[in-house]
């Protein structure tokens, strides 16, 4: 079946570049779906960061929009999230997702992972 | 704060029905039937129960229907069970974009 696998530092420093993987397994990267990232602050709700097409098209959140970037490795069946000049407000867990291309519908979440922004 | 309003907490007795509303504008929820909703239970992943509005993944218990009319969608889930009990987020397309709600917590009474 689908998996979904965050990996990357669970501390960032203020003003870093936040970097996390996600490995997809059970399905290629490069079928028609968009690959997406979500966080959850802690205690808070939901908030989409941004898309990603296999061909490198990206759609992102108009808020974070000037601090982040998605990229995708299809030889080795990943995308990746880098946010910029991180602040404590960007403390949360992060989540990697797969999201039908037409519905824009997420039928499957990665786990999560926790990304503490401390000195 | 969330581009999408839903109620934070509704709670029903077993058996009972309880509807969840998911309040946007014309720039999201009005312009496109791309509406979903997630089950989440707290250290799971969500779960999908409702896409395009009203339709739902194949698995998904016919319990869950959902509705859309306006700016505003809906998410009824009837014979409420104690495994409904979980918070529940609305997710609209929105022009290039994606916006949730800021979930609603459903407590089984």
């Known amino acids: 079946q689908v998996q979904l696998q965050e990996s990357g530092p669970g501390l960032v420093k203020p003003s870093q570049t936040l970097s996390l993987t996600c490995t997809v397994s059970g399905a290629s990267i490069s079928s028609n779906y968009y690959w997406s990232w979500v966080r959850q602050h802690p205690g808070k709700g939901l908030e989409w960061i941004g898309y990603i097409y296999h061909s490198g098209s990206t759609y992102y959140n108009p808020s974070l929009k000037s601090r982040v970037s998605l990229s995708v490795d299809t030889s080795k069946n990943q995308f990746s999230l880098k946010l910029r000049s991180v602040t404590a407000a960007d403390t949360a867990v992060y989540s990697c997702a797969r999201v039908w291309f037409r519905e824009l519908a997420i039928d499957y979440w990665g786990q999560g992972t926790l990304v503490t922004v401390s000195s | ?109």
């Open chain 2, 1 to 109: 704060q969330s581009a999408l309003t839903q109620p934070a907490s509704v709670s029903g007795s077993p058996g009972q029905s309880i509807t969840i509303s998911c309040t946007g504008t014309s720039s999201n929820v009005g312009s496109y039937n791309l509406v979903s909703w997630y089950q989440h239970h707290p250290g799971k992943a969500p779960k999908l129960i409702i896409y395009e509005a009203n339709k739902r993944p194949s698995g998904v218990s016919d319990r869950f229907s959902g509705s859309r009319s306006g700016n505003t969608a809906s998410l009824t889930v009837s014979g409420l069970q104690a495994e409904d009990e979980a918070d529940y987020y609305c997710c609209s397309y929105a022009t290039r974009s994606i916006v949730f709600g800021g979930g609603t917590k459903v407590t089984v009474l």
